[in-house]
C-alpha cells in the first residue's frame, strides 16, 4: 500500500510530485500560436516515484521526470515520462525507496550497496549530433527518444567518456563543438575537475584534468570563443565531515572563491587561477571575449540557498537570494570588477542560444516582483535589453509562478532577440500548468499564446526547444 509523503516544504504545494505519466493529443489552446514555432520544448525536474526515506530527503533528490511540448502548425501535444534509471527500475521493482534523496548515502537499504545507479537525469536537456540526453552532475548523460521520451540510457561517447558530466553543456554554434565538465572527477569529495569538448559529429576530441583548490561543488561554468572559465566557490564537499555526522557539503566563506582561466587551445597546465570575495552562482547567462576581458552575465547569490555552514548552522537566508551581476575578468591584471545589472531577485537566466560565446543583445530570466509563492519559486519572465540597459517583464497571476524562459528564435536568421520565449506557468487558483509562448521583444504584453493543462507540472529546474523549424 502506497504511503503519505512527508510534509516538507520540497514535497507539498506545487513541489508535489505528480506520480503519473500521462499524454494529451490536442492541448487546448488560447491564444494562437505563431506559425513559425515547429519543434518540442522540454521541461526537467524532480518527481520522487516513492515517499523518501528517513529524515533526510532534499529536492535535488527525486526521479528525473520530462514534461514534451510537442508543437506544429499551431497545435500542442503533450507527454511526460520519467526517465527509466537503474534506481527508477529497481525501486519499481520494490514498490518502494531503496536510496537516499538526500546526500547521507549511508541511509541507502543494504540490498543496493553493491548496484552501480546511472544517476537521476532530473536536471537539464540538451541534444547534440542527433541524440538528446537528461542531465544532472554526478554521472553520463541519460539519452532518451526526443518523440516518445522513451529512456535509452546512459551515453559514454563510444566509451571514451572520463568521469561525470555537468548538468549545464554549452554548445559552440560556431563550431558545432559541445562543451562540458565534471566536478570531482576522481570520485566523490575529490578536488579534480574534468573539462571535455565533444566534437559536432559526437566524438571527443579533448580531455583535459585540473586540480582545484578543495573539492567544491562546480554546477556551472561559462565559455567564450577563446577560454573556459570554473568559479570554484567555497561550498566545499568534505568525506570526513559526512562521517562524522556534519554536513557533507558546506559553506565556508573564508577559503574564498578561485577561478580557473583556460584557454581553450590549450591544456590543463596553461590554466590560470585568480580569487575573488566569497559569492556564489548556480547559473550563468553567457560570456564572451572583449578587450582583454572576459564578461559574463549571470545570477550571483550571497550566499548559497539550501546548504549549510560546517557546523550544521544556516547561514542568513536573506542573503540566499540571486540577483543579475556582470563579471569583467580582466585577464592582464587578473582581477575580477563586478556590476549589478539589476536588483530583481531571480534565477534560471537564458539567452538566443545561437549567439552564446560571443556577445548577446538580450537576455531572460525567472524573477519576483511583488506576491509570489513560497521558498524557491519565481513569478516573473524578465527580458532585460542590453543596447538599452533596460528591463520589461510579465508577471503571472497573484500566487502563480513560472519557469525558466526558452528562447525560440523567428527563424535562422533572425537577428538575436526576434523571437519568443517558452516556459511553464503554475496557475495556483486553478491548481494546474500552463505553457506560455511570449513575443521575446514585447513581454510586457503577455503570453500571445497559452496551452491548458488539466493537472500540474510541478516546479522544476531546466528546459530545452528542439527546433524543428
Known amino acids: 500500500m502506497a504511503k503519505p509523503y512527508p510534509k516538507e516544504d520540497h514535497l507539498i504545494g506545487n513541489f508535489a510530485p505528480i506520480r503519473m505519466e500521462s499524454s494529451i493529443d490536442d492541448v487546448i489552446i488560447e491564444g494562437e500560436i505563431p506559425k513559425e514555432?515547429?519543434?518540442?520544448?522540454?521541461?526537467?525536474?524532480?518527481?520522487?516515484?516513492?515517499?523518501?526515506?528517513?529524515?533526510?530527503s532534499h529536492w535535488f533528490g527525486g526521479d528525473g521526470m520530462i514534461h514534451a511540448f510537442h508543437i506544429n502548425?499551431?497545435?500542442?501535444?503533450?507527454?511526460?515520462?520519467?526517465?527509466?534509471?537503474v534506481k527508477w527500475k529497481k525501486e519499481h521493482e520494490e514498490q518502494k525507496a531503496l536510496?537516499?534523496?538526500g546526500m547521507d548515502v549511508m541511509n541507502n537499504d543494504p540490498s543496493v550497496s553493491n548496484i552501480e545507479t546511472d544517476g537521476l537525469a532530473n536536471t537539464a536537456i540538451v541534444s547534440h549530433a542527433g541524440?538528446?540526453?537528461?542531465?544532472?552532475?554526478?554521472?553520463?548523460?541519460?539519452?532518451?527518444?526526443?518523440?516518445?521520451l522513451e529512456s535509452k540510457g546512459s551515453h559514454t561517447f563510444d566509451n571514451k567518456l572520463q568521469g561525470p558530466v555537468t548538468a549545464h553543456p554549452k554548445i559552440d554554434p560556431v563550431t558545432g563543438e559541445l562543451l562540458f565538465f565534471g566536478y570531482m572527477a576522481d570520485g566523490f569529495f575529490t578536488d579534480t575537475i574534468r573539462y571535455t569538448a565533444v566534437s559536432k559529429e559526437g566524438k571527443i576530441t579533448k580531455s583535459e584534468l585540473i586540480k582545484a583548490p578543495f573539492p567544491s561543488m562546480v554546477h556551472d561554468f561559462f565559455a567564450t570563443q577563446k577560454y573556459?572559465?570554473?568559479?570554484?566557490?567555497?561550498?566545499?564537499g568534505d568525506f570526513e565531515r559526512a562521517l562524522n555526522g556534519k554536513p557533507p557539503f558546506a559553506w565556508e566563506p573564508e577559503k574564498g572563491t578561485h577561478v580557473c582561466i583556460l584557454p581553450r587551445d590549450g591544456s590543463a597546465e596553461d590554466?590560470?587561477?585568480?580569487?575573488c570575495d566569497p559569492s556564489f552562482v548556480f547559473h550563468y547567462m553567457n560570456a564572451y571575449d572583449e578587450n582583454g576581458s572576459i564578461n559574463c552575465d549571470l545570477m550571483e547569490f550571497g550566499v548559497p540557498p539550501l546548504f549549510p555552514y560546517a557546523d550544521g548552522?544556516?547561514?542568513?537566508?536573506?542573503?540566499?537570494?540571486?540577483?543579475?551581476?556582470?563579471?569583467?575578468?580582466?585577464?592582464?591584471k587578473g582581477k575580477i570588477d563586478k556590476t549589478i545589472m539589476d536588483d530583481l531577485t531571480g534565477e534560471f537566466p537564458r539567452i538566443d542560444d545561437r549567439f552564446a560565446l560571443q556577445k548577446h543583445s538580450h537576455g531572460y530570466y525567472a524573477g519576483n516582483i511583488g506576491k509570489h509563492p513560497k521558498g524557491m519559486s519565481l513569478n516573473t519572465i524578465v527580458h532585460y535589453n542590453f543596447l538599452t540597459e533596460e528591463r520589461e517583464h510579465y508577471t503571472t497571476k497573484d500566487g502563480g509562478a513560472v519557469g525558466?524562459?526558452?528562447?525560440?528564435?523567428?527563424?535562422?536568421?533572425?537577428?538575436?532577440?526576434?523571437?519568443?520565449?517558452?516556459?511553464?506557468?503554475y496557475n495556483a487558483n486553478e491548481n494546474r500548468s500552463n505553457l506560455i509562448i511570449l513575443d521575446a521583444m514585447n513581454v510586457a504584453d503577455g503570453p500571445v499564446a497559452v496551452a491548458q493543462l488539466p493537472h500540474r507540472v510541478p516546479y522544476g529546474f531546466h528546459g530545452w526547444f528542439e527546433n524543428r523549424a
Open 228 to 236: 573556459i572559465v570554473f568559479p570554484v566557490f567555497p561550498l566545499t
Open 131 to 148: 541524440k538528446i540526453f537528461a542531465l544532472e552532475e554526478a554521472h553520463a548523460p541519460f539519452e532518451f527518444d526526443e518523440m516518445t
Open 404 to 425: 525558466e524562459p526558452v528562447f525560440i528564435p523567428k527563424s535562422n536568421n533572425s537577428n538575436d532577440g526576434e523571437g519568443w520565449l517558452v516556459a511553464t506557468e
Open 99 to 101: 536510496w537516499s534523496s
Open 313 to 332: 548552522s544556516m547561514p542568513e537566508q536573506k542573503d540566499a537570494e540571486a540577483r543579475h551581476v556582470r563579471w569583467q575578468i580582466d585577464l592582464n
Open 37 to 56: 514555432i515547429n519543434g518540442t520544448y522540454y521541461r526537467n525536474g524532480p518527481d520522487p516515484k516513492f515517499p523518501p526515506r528517513g529524515d533526510s
Open 271 to 275: 590554466a590560470k587561477w585568480i580569487e
Open 73 to 85: 502548425d499551431g497545435k500542442v501535444s503533450y507527454l511526460n515520462r520519467w526517465m527509466k534509471t
